[in-house]
């Protein structure tokens, strides 16, 4: 994939998304779809992703943050974010604390 295919995503999860597997799932989905970033825990109680990909391959993820997490999820924010970081091996996706 050329450097100008990626795009970078911030997505807020909200529901029950802590402390039911959701970061361990949302990495394993991101590494394989190719998708580089970091999810984490924020204090209010969501789940927050940063991911960089093709544009299908996020939205791919998007979909499997609706149908294939663990818990529930009530809703998704999206945000565009800057430029997506140069580096980084496909599939360099980690939970962070």
């Known amino acids: 994939m050329a450097g100008g295919d990626r795009i970078a995503r911030r997505y807020v999860v909200s529901g029950l998304v802590q402390g039911v597997g959701f970061r361990w799932t949302a990495q394993r989905v991101a590494r394989s779809l190719g998708i580089t970033g970091t999810v984490r825990n924020l204090p209010d109680g969501t789940v ?23 818990g529930r999820v009530d809703a998704i924010l999206e945000d565009p974010l800057g430029s997506p970081a140069q580096g980084g091996r496909p599939g360099d996706f980690r939970v962070v604390f």
């Not at 927050?48 to 663990?70: C, D, F, Q, S, V």
Request: aromatic content about 0%; hydrophobic content about 35%.
């Open 48 to 70: 927050e992703i940063k991911a960089h990909g093709g544009p299908e391959a996020l939205e791919n993820l998007r979909g499997a943050l609706r149908t294939r997490m663990p």
